[in-house]
Antibody
Framework: QVTLRESGPALVKPTQTLTLTCTFS??????????VSWIRQPPGKALEWLAR???????YYSSSLETRLTISKDPSKNQVVLTMTNMDPVDTGTYYC??????????????WGQGTMVTVSS | DIQMTQSPSSLSASVGDRVTIACQASQDISNSLNWYQQRPGKAPKLLIY???NLETGVPSRFSGSGSGTDFTLTISSLLPEDIATYYC?????????FGGGTKVEIK
């Protein structure tokens, strides 16, 4: 069974750095074609893709946020870590991690974590 | 970045109605489009991949069509458990981008 679980602080102050961890099981991020993405959702708003890390350690970022984001992985711990610097109240929302499914037949986010709510406030 | 525009942003329909949601890409994305369902308070769930292929376990009342820039998600007969927000997502180019969502409610 494939599962992903996000963890991190529920509350951060403006200008601080957010560090979120996605811990997964049931698949290997070392498998050819696999990747894990981070997606966020402000309250009552749409989904926004943030970043992705691939099986071969290639990394991709949102155009509007790439200067603030860093994604990394620790295959031995089955974890993917996302850091976001200079947090602002507009960054408040639920943060999800999700894995790529369907390789090689298709490319979609087929299993998602439950999400972790992050509030940015002083 | 490829922009994804969904319409309508919300709709209200009766149980048993046929519901259609549109998604338009800002450039040709071939069939590189997925649809997700997000029930209130839950994580998104994959419904359809490659524009028209039903994910395993998804009821057959859901279907997808389109290619190029214009796509459609159809619910053939709306059920109460279909109350959710639906999102399209393109994967033709990085960064991945989602549509703004369509909220489906029961009339």
């Amino acid at each position: 069974q494939v599962t992903l679980r996000e963890s991190g602080p529920a509350l951060v102050k403006p200008t601080q750095t957010l560090t979120l961890t996605c811990t997964f099981s049931g698949f290997s991020l070392s498998t050819y074609g696999m990747y894990v993405s981070w997606i966020r959702q402000p309250p009552g708003k749409a989904l926004e893709w943030l970043a992705r890390i691939d099986w071969d350690d290639d990394k991709y970022y949102s155009s509007s946020l790439e200067t603030r984001l860093t994604i990394s992985k620790d295959p031995s711990k089955n974890q993917v870590v996302l850091t976001m610097t200079n947090m602002d109240p507009v960054d408040t929302g639920t943060y999800y991690c999700a894995r790529r499914g369907g390789y090689p037949d298709y490319d979609a986010l087929d299993v998602w974590g439950q999400g972790t709510m992050v509030t940015v406030s002083s | 970045d490829i922009q994804m525009t969904q319409s309508p942003s919300s709709l209200s329909a009766s149980v048993g109605d046929r519901v259609t949601i549109a998604c338009q890409a800002s450039q040709d994305i071939s069939n590189s489009l997925n649809w997700y369902q997000q029930r209130p308070g839950k994580a998104p769930k994959l419904l359809i991949y490659d524009a028209s292929n039903l994910e395993t376990g998804v009821p057959s009342r859901f279907s997808g069509s389109g290619s190029g820039t214009d796509f459609t998600l159809t619910i053939s007969s709306l059920l109460p458990e279909d109350i959710a927000t639906y999102y399209c997502q393109q994967f033709e180019n990085l960064p991945l981008t989602f549509g703004g969502g369509t909220k489906v409610e029961i009339k």
